[in-house]
Each structure stands twice: as C-alpha cells, then as structure tokens.
C-alpha cells in the first residue's frame, strides 16, 4: 500500500436504465484499484434522470451543474428511458454537463481485447486499436431552429448546425496532439460533397491546422466510405476526428467491430482542467435488461479507468485495464453481450480479484 494516499471528489450520476447497475460495478473496482495504488475517493451521488424527471419534470435541479462543478471528476453511468422523449432526457442533463462544464473533447478508444471476436473475419487485436476524437460542444447537436406553420400541409422545420472556427480549431488541434503521442497518424471525417458549407469548412480548417503538425500525417474520408473502411480496413486508422454526430455514430461502429458496445469507454474531456470532466460508457440505458443484473460493466470500468488516467493515476488506470484484459483473455466470465451467462457482479468481482 502506498504511504502518500491522494484523495478525489468523484460526482455519480448514474442515470437510468443499466446506468444504477454499471456505476456501482465502477466504483467497486475503483476502490480496489484505489487501496492498491494509494487513491481514495470520497463519492457523491446525485440521482438525476428519467426518474427525478418523472418526479420533478426536469432531468436535473437548475442548480444541478452548480453543484457537480467544484468535484474533480464526474461518473455517468447512462441517460433515457421510455416515458421520457430521448430529446428531452439528452438536452436536460448530458448535453448541459457536457457543454456548460466545457467539455469539449469527447474521447473514444476503440480497442479489440485479448479473448474478444471481433465479427470482422481475419482480424486480430493488431488491427483495431484507434481513438475517435468526437467534438463535444456544437456541431449538428443544436436546438437552434424550428417549426412553422405547425399541422398544415405547409408545416416546416429547420435546425441549424454550428461550427465555429474556436470550436473547430479546438477538437482538430487536440486530435493532432493525440497523433502525435501515438502513431503520427490522423483521420478527418468529413461529408463536404453533400454537406456544402459546415463541411467544406472543417475540412479548409483541417487543411490549416495540420500545417502545424507537418509530422502527422492526414487522410480525409466523406463519412460514408469512412464507415465502409472501418469494417474492411480498420487497421489504417490511428486517430479520427469527427464533428459531433459524426463522431457519435462512427463509436459505436467502432465499439462494434470491437465485440461489443458494452465494453467501450468513453471520456467528455475539459482540456484545460477549468472544470470537471465526466467519464461514461457509449453505451446507453439499455431498457430491455435493465433491473436484470445482465449488464456488462466493463465499459463503465474502463471509463473510471480513463477517468484515473486523467486525474494523474496512470499506474491505477493502466491495472484496472490490465485486470479488465486477463479476465476477457481467460474467457471464463463472459456477460450476455459476450456470449456468455455471467452476471455484472460475477463479472465485477472477476475483475476485483485481480487487482
Ligand atoms: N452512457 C451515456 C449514454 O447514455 N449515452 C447514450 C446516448 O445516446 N448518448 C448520446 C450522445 O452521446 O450523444
């Protein structure tokens, strides 16, 4: 046991659905890994979601951001539940978390474990291991329009999108940072043959930014043959920068080529460390097994892992990623998503033991 113990304020929201049983799953392994490494954390929970929604008509208190804003870091485990519109449990607490607490880096690693099939035939771990870089803030995410002439058959709607040169130059810089501490090798996702003024710009902007990298090297892909390519050649991807709804549609491929959605991490990064980051799995509430105890927790582990990483505990994070490994590569504990019978606390204690 370490001597010089460091302590964080972590702030749970664990959300709905499969949210209240992954969180706890995290937090388990977190303790572990914490005792192991000399961290302790002191915990809050906030019980923020479709329930307080149903109770309160808001997702969240108006003070709600307020009140999570002094913490080091924020857990989320997920958000939506039928009875509540996805628009509005989106846009009345992960949307706000992530835009007013700046986080504007939504980090995604995609990663084949050691013991996971991946559905693409021929492919090893040597293959899959990149990040997508998915702007957190603006883009095609917006509320920013509306209807008109509402029930006639002239009824309309517009949305805007919003792209604006900070926001742009932002996400690409901090992508071509990430490049150059891995690979050397960045990706633009783009859709400027359709998409004819948000898009042409990130791609002038893409095309300026990198002329400060002149070490990483670039490739541009319209989205669609993006999305081709992950499946027929994933192993040419390092880094990937997406705008907003790009880079949420191309994780989930992502984390599907890897074997399952239920493993993969995700981090809402505030760079500057002004305000709290928030750590989640991509994964969603998963209503159809939610209350069953089927869920796998690895995706929320691997983002308190993420989450040790960012709060400088690099030796913590890279055990807990180290013991998530060697139980998927001895394969005896396997959740449903894996194929397997085991159950979020078998699989969490699993993980516990190792460390
Ligand atoms: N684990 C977070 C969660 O519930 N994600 C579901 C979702 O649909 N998120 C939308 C997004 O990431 O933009």
Request: charged share 20%; with cysteine; glycine share 12%.
């Amino acid at each position: 046991m370490a001597t010089n113990v460091r302590n964080f304020r972590i702030a749970l929201v664990p959300g709905d659905g499969i949210g209240p049983e992954v969180v706890p799953a995290a937090v388990q392994v977190l303790e572990a890994a914490g005792k192991r490494f000399g961290v302790s954390f002191e915990w809050k929970e906030f019980p923020w979601g479709c329930t307080y929604y149903t109770r309160h008509g808001r997702m969240m208190p108006e003070d709600g951001i307020a009140s999570v804003r002094g913490f080091d870091a924020i857990l989320l485990g997920a958000v939506g539940y039928p009875g509540v519109p996805d628009h509005v449990s989106l846009w009345g607490l992960l949307i706000p978390l992530r835009r007013e607490l700046h986080q504007y880096v939504n980090l995604r690693p995609t990663r084949l474990l050691p013991g996971i099939r991946t559905p693409l035939a021929g492919r090893t771990a040597k293959d899959i291991d990149f990040v997508i870089v998915r702007e957190n803030n603006e883009g095609e995410y917006s509320s920013i329009g509306g209807r008109a002439y509402g029930g006639t058959d002239d009824e309309f709607v517009v949305q805007e999108s919003i792209f604006t040169r900070k926001g742009v130059d932002r996400i690409q810089r901090y992508a071509f940072e990430l490049a150059r501490k891995r690979r050397g090798h960045l990706t633009s996702a783009t859709k400027s043959n359709g998409i004819a003024v948000t898009m042409p710009y990130w791609d002038e902007r893409f095309a300026e930014n990198g002329k400060r990298y002149p070490d990483v090297r670039t490739a541009q892909f319209h989205i669609d043959i993006l999305a081709a390519h992950f499946v027929q050649k994933p192993d040419i991807f390092d880094v990937v920068v997406a705008s907003n709804l790009f880079g949420d549609i191309l994780s989930d491929l992502g984390a599907a080529i890897a074997g399952s959605i239920g493993l993969a991490p995700a981090g809402n990064i505030n760079p500057e460390g002004q305000y709290p980051s928030m750590f989640e799995p991509v994964h969603g509430s998963a209503p159809d097994i939610a209350g069953q105890g089927l869920a796998n927790p690895i995706g929320e582990i691997a983002s308190g892992a993420m989450m040790l990483e960012h709060l400088g505990c690099p030796e913590a994070a890279a055990a807990i990623d180290a013991a998530i490994e060697r139980v998927l590569a001895e394969g005896k504990c396997r959740t449903r998503d894996l194929g397997g019978g085991a159950t979020t606390a078998e699989m969490t204690r699993a993980i516990e033991a190792i460390l």
